[in-house]
Each structure stands twice: as structure tokens, then as C-alpha cells.
């Protein structure tokens, strides 16, 4: 939603940016998408702490650098098959960590068995996001669609620790994460009513990956 709006305007706003500055550096793309998980990580005790406000802060630092990343990529010329690869399982373990932070935190309180099952329903609808995607397109479908893809998580994120609203993010998290899976599993499935032969041969695709 947010992404295909926005997503031409901020990837053509950052490529400029990025080749003024960082461009001109010898710095590699791939360093930026490990300092976004090293600073993700860093969030993870903050969080656990319950001192959500300056968590958020340090997890909306680190999603600049994995704005940037791919701007840097397609400035320097670095963009490649494996770089996308390792953006996309850095991306995963990062949202893990974020999640990892919260359950501790509400993990040492026996209160809050609510938002416990919450983090669980989150973390799986925003896994099978992006699992659902990767093997659709694997099998040669298009899956390009969804209500709330990573950009929107991590706002929702963000916003979330930043007003201490924690509890509702969670519930939009739980709720339109799944809805997303659900929605990309129909798609896919309607592209296969339509077109019973997906672009690639199904015996190239490992079944139960």
C-alpha cells in the first residue's frame, strides 16, 4: 500500500542523496544492511527493558540504513542477486530481534498473557508475509501485492514504542499481518486458477521448502 505509492518518490529522493554523499565513499552496501541489524539488535535490550520510547528510536535509526542500502547498491553499481538475498534473511532476523525484545519484556510479567499471544500472531503473519512472496515468485508467480508489507510494519513499529501504544501496534500488527499472508495466498492461487502453468517448471521448485 504505503510502498506502492511512495516507493518510486523515496527510492528516487535517496538515490540522489545517497550519490552525493555515501557514493562517493568506499563504503559497501552490504555494510549498511549489517549495521542495520547490529543496531536492531542493540534495541533488543531497551526494549526488554520496557524502555520502549528510546528503543523505537534506535529500530527508526536502523530502517535507514535499510533505505539506504539499496540506494547505495544502484549508486555504486554493487546491486546483485546475493545482495538482495542477504537484505531480505537480514531483514527477517531484524524483525525477529524486535519481537524478541517485546516478549522478554512481557514475558517477566504474568499479566500480560495477551500481548504474549500477540507477538506470537505477529511474528507469524509477518514471516509468512514474506515466506509467501519468496515462494510464489520461486514458482514463477507474481506476488506483488499486500496491506501492510515491511515499510508499513516498521512504521507501525515505530509509532507503536515511540507513544507507548504498544499493545494496540500489536494488535494491528497480529491482525493486518495475517490478513496480508491471507490476501497474497489468494492472489497466488487466483493467478494459478487463471494459468494453470506457472512461468517455471514446478519440477525445478522443491516442494515443502
Not at 58 to 75: K, M, N, P, Q, Y
Not at 117 to 134: E, N, P, Q
Request: positive net charge; proline residues 1%.
Amino acid at each position: 500500500m504505503f510502498t506502492k505509492r511512495y516507493n518510486t518518490r523515496i527510492r528516487q529522493w535517496t538515490g540522489d542523496l545517497v550519490a552525493r554523499t555515501l557514493g562517493r565513499t568506499g563504503l559497501h552496501a552490504s555494510t549498511l544492511t549489517l549495521l542495520n541489524l547490529l543496531l536492531t539488535l542493540a534495541s533488543v535490550w531497551w526494549l526488554a527493558s520496557g524502555q520502549f520510547f528510546i528503543g523505537g528510536l534506535i529500530v527508526a535509526f536502523a530502517s535507514l540504513f535499510d533505505v539506504l542500502d539499496g540506494a547505495l547498491a544502484r549508486a555504486k553499481n554493487q546491486a546483485s542477486r546475493f545482495g538482495s538475498f542477504l537484505d531480505s534473511t537480514l531483514d527477517r532476523y531484524a524483525d525477529m530481534l524486535i519481537f524478541l525484545g517485546l516478549l522478554i519484556y512481557f514475558e517477566r510479567s504474568t499479566v500480560h498473557t495477551v500481548e504474549t499471544l500477540l507477538i506470537f500472531a505477529a511474528t507469524a503473519g509477518s514471516l509468512l508475509t514474506s515466506y509467501i512472496r519468496a515462494r510464489a515468485e520461486g514458482c514463477g508467480f507474481d506476488c506483488k501485492v499486500g496491506l501492510l508489507e515491511r515499510p508499513e510494519r516498521i512504521v507501525l513499529i515505530v509509532l507503536g514504542l515511540l507513544t507507548g501504544w504498544v499493545t494496540l501496534m500489536l494488535w494491528c500488527l497480529a491482525i493486518l499481518s495475517n490478513i496480508t499472508a491471507i490476501q497474497r495466498f489468494i492472489y497466488v492461487w487466483m493467478q494459478s486458477r487463471a494459468s494453470p502453468v506457472a512461468k517455471r517448471p514446478i519440477q525445478a521448485v522443491e516442494r515443502g521448502k
